[in-house]
């Protein structure tokens, strides 16, 4: 596509670098700017800068933060003896959304993948064996994708801190919420017969 | 969705106003930011707040431009006798990407659109207007939409524009070459049909 716009094109090239957006969509975001009022724009762009100046990592737990140590962490209504590990950042907002868990976090930032050319080192474990053997934690809980790497990644982390006594869970896995069974996949299916639980317990998570 | 920081929320706001990005799209993009060097962040701020800042309308044309005549418009090798109206500067980028058209562009701005609250007066009809009787203009041709408003908005130009020595004409409809005849919606297949051309033009299209 030939825009015969100089600032045009630098603005579609910028853009069309984000995910999900392709040249289409960048120029439909820019002819969008320039038929909004200037303002617009300049909050944009400054709330961009803002972000990628302002935000840290928690030394603590590794989530974002606008101070060294986030908001979750410093909290005093939150549980410091449980700590829920995850793989990104994404996925402390999942579980903070479902407001289900009022413990801490570590933030992994992965899990180990071969493939993916992502080791042991790339990741945040050996701070949170450090936590673990320096803080007051009682209880581990796994909340990792389903998938070979995140079950490997946590048998190595469960290995590490295993001599501890600690209290170590994953979640639980089973047919989804609102699912009907026979779309299930047969996996899934198949676990969760072998994990059946006391149908009394199920009145809890409904 | 709740993020827990405020540079996120700001981000994720400023962005989800931009069309076709909703907050979960705008969270991948702020994720995506953060996980690059700050330079692309600075590089995509920068074009925007420039884009914004240095982008003006053509005084004559009202393409888009970073001059006061733009470069359709200042440019020797086009043919200054032949005006192709449209409605917005996204037509004249399509029109130039087809490198059919050497003449120059009237941008309107839309089509007078009584539901939309858009009148005479909001469209640079007038400016049209006097180019034609000021500049020596020797052909008009309407590129606009195959919709009703289009239609009555050409209308009114040509009622304008009649009485001078002018030639006008507007976009061939038909059938979209490439496309199978059975899924041709009946309206165009039926005009098509009244406005058939003579075999031997044909070959000038292909």
Redesign the interface.
């Known amino acids: ?8 094109e ?2 579609v ?3 069309s ?5 392709g040249k289409r ?1 960048a ?8 038929r909004q009022p ?1 303002i ?16 840290q990592y928690c030394q603590n737990c590794f989530n ?3 101070t060294p140590i986030c ?2 962490c410093r909290s005093h209504s939150r549980d410091s003896s449980m700590i829920c590990v995850v793989e990104s ?2 996925d ?2 999942a579980i ?2 479902t407001a289900q868990f009022k413990g801490h976090y570590h933030v992994l930032g992965g899990v180990v993948s071969p493939l993916l050319g992502i080791v042991i080192d790339d990741l945040t474990i050996v701070q949170l064996v450090e936590r673990v053997n320096k803080q007051n934690i009682k209880e581990l809980i796994f909340a990792l994708s389903s998938t070979v790497e995140a079950d490997s990644t946590a048998y190595y982390i469960y290995k590490q801190l295993q001599k501890n006594e600690l209290k170590i869970s994953t979640l639980a896995r089973g047919i989804p919420l609102g699912d009907e069974l026979e779309y299930a996949d047969e996996l899934t299916l198949g676990r969760s017969i072998i994990a059946r639980i006391p149908f009394e317990k199920s009145f809890e998570i409904h």
């Open positions: 596509m030939n825009f015969n716009n100089k600032l045009i630098n603005a090239d910028e853009i670098k984000l995910p999900g957006i969509s120029l439909r975001v820019v002819l969008h700017l320039l200037k617009q724009t300049q909050g944009l762009s400054q709330s961009l800068v803002e972000l990628r100046e302002k935000v974002i933060s606008e908001g979750i950042i994404e402390v907002m903070e959304n």
